[in-house]
């Protein structure tokens, strides 16, 4: 099993800066990339960003690109997620994500790929 636990999140202004962070632990070592989703009241989950464990490769959701920056600490099994200038439709609750199955070659961007979810921890960015 792979434990996940956001940390980060709250109430900004648009134009705003949050950084979130995700602790990883148990079994983690069986995960091929992590990753951040996120979920809207009525909204469908949707991706985020996503970083393997293995390369620095990034992979983000065209909405989020050039605002948000995913990293990785492998010593520290964390997960960031730096986001820049945002804005109200960026609110939601972020889940941080691990994908125990080898993803495709477009990347760990599918939601079917993760199959270990934190709890969620909400932005807000308000007008």
């Known amino acids: 099993q792979v434990q996940l636990v956001e940390s980060g999140g709250g109430l900004v202004q648009l134009g705003g800066s949050l950084r979130l962070s995700c602790a990883a632990s148990g079994q983690t070592f069986s995960t091929y990339a992590m990753g951040w989703f996120r979920q809207a009241p009525g909204k469908e989950r949707e991706f985020v960003a996503a970083?393997?464990?293995?390369?620095?490769?990034?992979y983000y959701s065209a909405f989020v690109k050039d605002r948000f920056t995913i990293s990785r600490d492998i010593a520290k099994n964390a997960v960031y997620l730096e986001m820049n200038n945002l804005k109200p439709e960026d609110t939601a609750v972020y889940y941080c994500?691990?994908?125990?199955?080898?993803?495709?070659?477009?990347?760990?961007?599918?939601?079917?790929?993760?199959?270990?979810w934190g709890q969620g921890t909400q932005v807000t960015v308000s007008s």
């Open positions: 994500a691990a994908a125990s199955r080898m993803y495709s070659r477009a990347g760990p961007v599918y939601l079917r790929d993760y199959d270990f």
């Open positions: 970083i393997p464990w293995s390369t620095s490769n990034q």
